[in-house]
């Protein structure tokens, strides 16, 4: 393997633009060269759905598009092939974007311990995020508990401007695993993938730019009509690191306007979110707050399929779970809806949803996902109170009042016209094209909600 100065070990962070640990791994390196590194880890890979590693395939081969072709691909468990490929390389150093998540700094502990037996140095640079996750903090020292305070001190915090990309770099030539390659390649040509926007940092700028001249203005009245193009579409791009949030503030820097102060916080809750769980990261899968303890939940694998498959008979349920499925994405007011109908109306616990999420978005985030599902559920912090049901019927009604959004993901539903749509059992020939009936009566287990809820306190 051919030598290198420093390795750059690329993981949520798969660009060349603002990346702080590249131009440390510049540095580090000198004279020498640097070599950018992925590792494919089977168990990760395998594991994802097929739209996460189709997103996953196509932004890896637009980054090593981007780094002139030398991304070195390789396949195994990184805790053996990064102090590996040290070894051969004779790197003298390893450079990552801090990781914040459990499992990943679970994995990044192991690595760092093995390089430091061998005498190679571990360096951090930066996160995936404007404000490192433990950063934020109030007057005694502590965490924020609820979003609004850590918003504001977010805000009062700051974030440095955008990282300029090292000059005089070079980058190592080294040949990656062929067969990690064919596996990518491979992933981009599975069957029933949905449509993606296109992948890498270059597009990931350009609908960046394009929404900030198109849609930036009207984005605090429209992001949550789920039939009007209202939102970015960023997050995608946000979640695998093609694009960095510092990079979005800056060109928010000056904007004013209640779309752009919306879309501040928007970032600020994903970042918000990141915080919880790098503070308590037992809550990627458990209850934060232990305010529902007793619950009785449902386990309904019959009813729980009719969801995941968008056959419940809500119809603005079954579009936005279509949409799941035919586009690896949802709208963000659809997934408080389809999440509520699972806890509240099918009374499943919340992390069945939060893993059917996960194994289709291209932008499934643990903390923003699971942290969101618990917003819903009542269990998260600043969480919805569990009394709050969302009707699947007004709530199509109110953010699709056409019923546009249904049409297009609910094709039995077609011939209705206008919000006829939202309540097919009123319309006639609601049923003639084989849309499902209802598999369950909202206002009869609302009721059943509530009553489950106050189980809980008495």
Known sequence: MARAGSIL??????????????????????????????VLDPTLWKGAGDA?????AATLEAANEAYDGRLCLLSGNPRTVVPRVAKETGAGSVHVSRETTPA??????AVRERLEEAGVGWVETGTPYAVGPGSVVNGSGTEYKVFTPFSKAWRDHGWPDPASEPKGMTLSRVASDDDAWKEVRAALRGKDLPEMPDAGEQAALRRWHDFLDDGLADYGDRRDRADLPGVSRMSAYLKIGAI??????????????????????????REFYADVLWRHPQSAWADLRPALQGMTYESHEDLVEAW???RTGYPVVDAAMRQLLSEGWMHNRMRMVTASFLTKDLHVWWPVG????????????IASNNHGWQW??????????????FNPVTQGQRYDPDGDYVRRYVPELAHLSGAAVHEPWKADGGYEHGYPERIVDHAEERLEALRRYEATRA
Request: proline content about 3%; aromatic content about 8%; overall charge positive.
């Open 354 to 365: 939060a893993r059917h999420f996960l194994d289709h978005l291209i932008d499934g985030d």
């Open 308 to 310: 995941r498959q968008g």
């Open 52 to 56: 996460r590693r189709a997103w996953l």
């Open 9 to 38: 070990w690329l993981r949520r962070d798969l660009r060349r633009g603002d990346l702080p640990a590249l131009g440390a791994a510049a540095e580090a390196a000198g004279d020498s060269s640097v070599l950018v590194l992925y």
């Open 244 to 269: 960095h949030p510092r990079t979005m503030l800056k060109d928010l820097a000056g904007r004013r306007g209640k779309g752009a102060e919306t879309y501040r916080t928007e970032l600020c809750w």
């Open 376 to 389: 819903v559920a009542g269990t998260g912090t600043d969480a919805s109170p569990y009394f709050r049901v």
């Open 104 to 109: 990943g700094r679970r994995r990044d502990e």
